[in-house]
């Protein structure tokens, strides 16, 4: 449920996060070509219903789980733009000749404000790591020989350290170059529109990985079936041959696959929920349509979108999600996963320094969690 849940979070951050990069376009092209006093203002809502729109048509399109190559995609877009924050805020640094910023941050007109803003800047850390979210899901794919954890371990050492490497130099390069003017995303920034047509680049190829991400795709070992999958692959044999569903996606493609499995072992004899039927489109293939996937992706693309557009806050919505899922998901799941594994006894030291750091992480977490509520709350009502 937790997962699920931070997934599902995870669709409303990208709607967020695809229509704030657009209307960085096309401020940054207006600010190019009238100055940047110009009133270059555009409303976000209507990019997230364009967005919506996509997604429910890349949701609706049959075998889009198979797309391999939406996971290479996604990975050259993300070091594109990542490389390009990178270099755009160490090129700010050393243009400026002075490393803005400060230790304390950004002022605040409060104490009690400054402690807020602390609380929601750590959940929007915690949001940064993901890793947790689909780590699982990453190692039911994976093959044997050699086991999985050891396979497993590797990707994460080196996977962990490449995030950390990217994200520090984004970070602090970009606060050394705006300091407390930095914003929220540096590349959706006052600062970045020049040169413009990288600004555009960057962001356009945030676009193209949200939009693949938003419903994301592995391929997984048939061999690591459940008994619920087995029961699904058994209720479509005569409409779905396994060979196309022998996988297990990331981020939006899990809960629809959840729910297709859900409906059939509960409802085997329903006509909605396993019946296909053949839709006919001038200078297409057929395309075979099952009504419960066409209501329910629709109904969940149509609620992201709508709580995204209730809650356009961008640092407010990640550092909500990122206090959601940090200390269950991160932190105490495998530490109790842990402790049976290596029958690790009560009250021996490693238990003890386990459960203070378990404990410490729960403290952090709903520090970030009414912190960023009451953000979420603040810019709501202000």
Same mark, same amino acid.
């Given at each position: 449920?937790?997962?699920?849940?931070?997934?599902?979070?995870?669709?409303?951050?990208?709607?967020?996060?695809?229509?704030?990069?657009?209307?960085?376009?096309?401020?940054?092209?207006?600010?190019?070509?009238?100055?940047?006093?110009?009133?270059?203002?555009?409303?976000?809502?209507?990019?997230?219903?364009?967005?919506?729109?996509?997604?429910?048509?890349?949701?609706?399109?049959?075998?889009?789980?198979?797309?391999? %190559?939406?996971?290479?995609?996604?990975?050259?877009?993300?070091?594109?733009?990542?490389?390009?924050?990178?270099?755009?805020?160490?090129?700010?640094?050393?243009?400026?000749?002075?490393?803005?910023?400060?230790?304390?941050?950004?002022?605040?007109?409060?104490?009690?404000?400054?402690? %807020?803003?602390?609380?929601?800047?750590?959940?929007?850390?915690?949001?940064?790591?993901?890793?947790?979210?689909?780590?699982?899901?990453? #190692?039911?794919?994976?093959?044997?020989?050699?086991?999985?954890?050891?396979?497993?371990?590797?990707?994460? @050492?080196?996977?962990?350290?490449?995030?950390?490497?990217?994200?520090? $130099?984004?970070?602090?390069?970009?606060?050394?170059?705006?300091?407390?003017?930095?914003?929220?995303?540096?590349?959706?920034?006052?600062?970045?529109?020049?040169?413009?047509?990288?600004?555009?680049?960057?962001?356009? $190829?945030? @676009?193209?990985?949200?939009?693949?991400?938003?419903?994301?795709?592995?391929?997984?070992?048939?061999?690591? !079936?459940?008994?619920?999958?087995?029961?699904?692959?058994?209720?479509?044999?005569?409409?779905?041959?396994?060979?196309?569903?022998?996988?297990?996606?990331?981020?939006? #493609?899990?809960?629809?696959?959840?729910?297709?499995?859900?409906?059939? !072992?509960?409802?085997?004899?329903?006509?909605?929920?396993?019946?296909?039927?053949?839709?006919?489109?001038?200078?297409?293939?057929?395309?075979?349509?099952?009504?419960?996937?066409?209501?329910?992706?629709?109904?969940?693309?149509?609620?992201?979108?709508?709580?995204?557009?209730?809650?356009?806050?961008?640092? !407010?919505?990640?550092?909500? /999600?990122?206090?959601?899922?940090?200390?269950?998901?991160?932190?105490?799941?495998?530490? !109790?996963?842990?402790?049976?594994?290596?029958?690790?006894?009560?009250?021996?030291?490693? %238990? /003890?320094?386990?459960?203070?750091?378990?404990?410490?992480?729960?403290? @952090?977490?709903?520090?970030? /969690?009414?912190?960023?509520?009451?953000?979420?709350?603040? #810019?709501?009502?202000?």
């Amino acid at each position: 449920s937790l997962q699920y849940l931070s997934l599902y979070g995870c669709g409303v951050a990208y709607t967020i996060t695809t229509a704030t990069s657009i209307r960085a376009i096309l401020k940054a092209n207006c600010y190019h070509a009238h100055g940047h006093d110009a009133p270059c203002s555009f409303d976000g809502s209507y990019y997230m219903l364009m967005f919506g729109g996509v997604q429910l048509l890349l949701s609706s399109i049959p075998d889009f789980h198979d797309m391999a %190559w939406l996971s290479v995609v996604a990975a050259v877009m993300s070091f594109s733009y990542a490389f390009i924050g990178l270099g755009l805020g160490l090129a700010n640094t050393i243009s400026n000749g002075v490393i803005k910023g400060s230790i304390t941050g950004v002022p605040m007109k409060t104490p009690v404000a400054k402690v %807020w803003r602390v609380s929601q800047a750590i959940g929007d850390i915690a949001f940064a790591y993901p890793y947790s979210l689909i780590l699982l899901e990453i #190692q039911d794919t994976l093959k044997s020989p050699p086991a999985e954890n050891k396979t497993m371990k590797k990707a994460s @050492i080196i996977s962990i350290l490449v995030t950390t490497f990217f994200y520090l $130099c984004c970070g602090c390069f970009g606060y050394a170059a705006f300091g407390n003017d930095a914003p929220g995303n540096l590349l959706t920034g006052f600062g970045f529109y020049e040169p413009y047509w990288l600004i555009d680049f960057a962001n356009a $190829c945030i @676009i193209l990985h949200l939009l693949g991400g938003y419903q994301a795709r592995t391929t997984k070992n048939p061999e690591t !079936e459940t008994s619920a999958e087995r029961f699904y692959y058994r209720m479509q044999s005569s409409e779905l041959t396994r060979s196309k569903t022998k996988c297990e996606q990331v981020y939006s #493609q899990p809960i629809y696959q959840f729910a297709d499995r859900h409906f059939a !072992e509960r409802y085997p004899g329903s006509g909605f929920v396993n019946d296909f039927h053949t839709v006919k489109v001038p200078l297409l293939p057929p395309y075979r349509v099952n009504l419960l996937r066409v209501c329910f992706r629709t109904a969940y693309v149509a609620s992201t979108t709508a709580v995204a557009i209730f809650f356009p806050y961008f640092n !407010e919505i990640l550092a909500l /999600l990122g206090a959601l899922n940090f200390w269950p998901l991160a932190i105490y799941f495998p530490v !109790e996963m842990y402790f049976i594994q290596r029958k690790v006894p009560r009250w021996s030291t490693r %238990w /003890l320094l386990l459960q203070g750091f378990s404990t410490v992480c729960l403290l @952090i977490s709903a520090f970030a /969690l009414v912190g960023s509520i009451q953000g979420v709350i603040s #810019q709501k009502l202000g």
